[in-house]
């Protein structure tokens, strides 16, 4: 349960200049000034922004606001700019939500013992009210809450985050929302219906319990616009190799379903987006790609393989 409301004050370098009696000249400054920040019960805390019109200074001022609020156990947050361009106030709140929603993020599922944020509600004053903000912070959290998904997959390990498993999380991200999105999730005989050696290939060095699946959604409403996305890894090893951290390495696939979580809630007319992420376990035993084979893809081009990793192929 949170333990009271957070008053947060954003200050830029302009704002936090002082008169000859070493007063702020801005007033809201002024005013709280009397307090001499203390950090005691009924005080407000100042983040200042390195600079007024940079987005990451906006977003690193919401992460901070992130921070402060759990800190301090609070249930509501209140955060005001001494000063804002008008023009830009509508793109300064959603940077600072966003910040506020992914500084507040942290993966607990693989901790004993965590502690949930207690912060409920953040309010942001003097950037107006009405719809067209509403409709700036409900996309700001959109997008922010698809990053997150993003990182709540790359932070599993493989032995979590199979192939099935992921492909189990693009048909959800699918089903929830169905009035957009189509699925269509190939298993490892479909994939070899279809001749897809390459990929195939891949995956020949995996465990059985552990089969690939090639998924393919598609977002229309309705349709205009194509965008294929891609994502891979290989092995590596020996000394520097940072093995233990190759799950990083399926970034890429986190980003596109993240993304795909992102636009299912947007919704955005006139686009037509494909999602495309090939997964499988690309391991070492006897039954994988080796030096000098030739392998076919889909399209019935032939590929030698002339290095001993996945990536570097040569197409004859």
């Known amino acids: 349960m949170g333990l009271g409301f957070l008053t947060l004050v954003g200050v830029t370098e302009k704002d936090s200049t002082r008169d000859a009696t070493s007063k702020f000249e801005n007033p809201i400054l002024n005013k709280l000034d009397a307090h001499d920040f203390a950090g005691k019960p009924g005080q407000s805390t100042v983040l200042r922004l390195p600079s007024a019109s940079s987005p990451a200074a906006f977003q690193d001022l919401g992460e901070a606001v992130a921070t402060v609020a759990k800190a301090s156990q609070s249930s509501s947050v209140a955060v005001a700019l001494s000063s804002h361009d008008n023009e830009s106030k509508l793109s300064s709140a959603s940077v600072i939500v966003s910040g506020v929603v992914l500084g507040l993020f942290e993966d607990c599922r693989y901790k004993s013992e965590s502690k949930k944020p207690s912060l409920s509600s953040v309010d942001i004053i003097g950037f107006g009210t009405g719809p067209e903000l509403e409709n700036k912070l409900k996309y700001a959290e959109d997008v922010s809450y698809g990053v997150i998904f993003g990182r709540e997959l790359i932070n599993p390990p493989a032995n979590v985050l199979t192939p099935a498993v992921l492909a189990d999380e693009a048909a959800k991200v699918a089903s929830t929302y169905s009035d957009v999105f189509s699925a269509n999730i190939l298993n490892e005989e479909q994939c070899r219906e279809l001749k897809m050696g390459s990929y195939l290939a891949v995956a020949a060095a995996s465990a059985k319990a552990n089969p690939p699946f090639f998924i393919h959604l598609v977002y229309r409403l309705p349709s205009a616009l194509l965008e294929p996305n891609f994502g891979g890894y290989n092995i590596k090893v020996g000394p520097g190799s940072s093995i233990k951290l190759m799950k990083f390495d399926m970034g890429g696939s986190a980003a596109i ?27 070492i035993s006897g039954t994988g790609m080796r030096h000098g084979d030739v392998i076919t893809a889909s399209n019935e081009k032939t590929i030698e393989l002339n290095k001993t990793t996945t990536q570097m192929l040569k197409v004859v």
Do not use: D, S, W, Y
């Open 257 to 283: 379903l993240g993304t795909a979580k992102a636009i299912g809630e947007i919704k955005r007319p006139g686009v037509e987006v494909h999602f495309i992420v090939a997964v499988c376990e690309n391991m």
